[in-house]
């Protein structure tokens, strides 16, 4: 019912996110995640609408595959590419994404990943002291006017 608030004795019917149902069949099935990697990149690959049509009515054509070519039917129909854009992200990761900034004290050239723990360290102290200097009025105020 809309309207209507949740509490002990009002839940949903269906609770929780929905299962993968993905996962599932990779679970029950005999592939291995390279095996459905390669089989993603493969229907990704293919060339024209009649082709997938083909592939769709063989009866060799595996449940997994056949389910997958006919969303990205309907996508074509519907002018989407959703389901190839999953099917991809998954066949080969999805793409590095970029973060831009204006903070000042952000330096988009340190790869931190390549960093030592003390290292990393040493930068966390460099941060903090920097923010701390930078916002001198509000540490006062919140260290009631007493300076470390």
Same mark, same amino acid.
């Given at each position: 019912?809309?309207?209507?608030?949740? #509490?002990?004795? &009002?839940?949903?019917?269906?609770?929780?996110?929905?299962?993968?149902?993905?996962?599932?069949?990779?679970?029950? #099935?005999?592939?291995?995640?390279?095996?459905?990697?390669?089989?993603?990149?493969?229907?990704?690959?293919?060339?024209?609408? %009649?082709?997938?049509?083909?592939?769709?009515?063989?009866?060799?054509?595996?449940?997994? /595959?056949?389910? &997958?070519?006919?969303?990205?039917?309907?996508? &074509?129909?519907?002018?989407?590419?959703?389901?190839?854009?999953?099917?991809?992200?998954?066949?080969?990761?999805?793409?590095?994404?970029?973060?831009?900034?204006?903070?000042?004290?952000?330096? %988009?050239?340190?790869?931190?990943?390549?960093?030592?723990?003390?290292?990393?360290?040493?930068?966390?102290?460099?941060? /903090?002291?920097?923010?701390?200097?930078?916002?001198?009025?509000?540490?006062?105020?919140?260290?009631?006017?007493? %300076?470390?």
């Amino acid at each position: 019912m809309p309207g209507k608030q949740f #509490s002990s004795e &009002y839940q949903p019917e269906k609770n929780g996110r929905k299962k993968n149902k993905l996962k599932d069949l990779i679970k029950k #099935s005999e592939f291995s995640t390279q095996d459905i990697r390669a089989i993603f990149a493969n229907i990704v690959a293919v060339d024209t609408v %009649e082709e997938i049509g083909e592939l769709i009515n063989d009866p060799r054509t595996n449940f997994l /595959i056949k389910a &997958y070519l006919k969303a990205m039917l309907k996508d &074509y129909s519907k002018g989407k590419t959703d389901t190839v854009d999953k099917l991809i992200e998954y066949a080969f990761g999805k793409p590095r994404q970029i973060i831009e900034t204006t903070n000042k004290n952000v330096n %988009e050239n340190i790869d931190y990943s390549k960093k030592s723990t003390a290292e990393l360290k040493e930068r966390k102290k460099q941060l /903090i002291k920097q923010l701390i200097e930078d916002n001198k009025d509000i540490v006062k105020e919140i260290t009631d006017g007493k %300076e470390n």
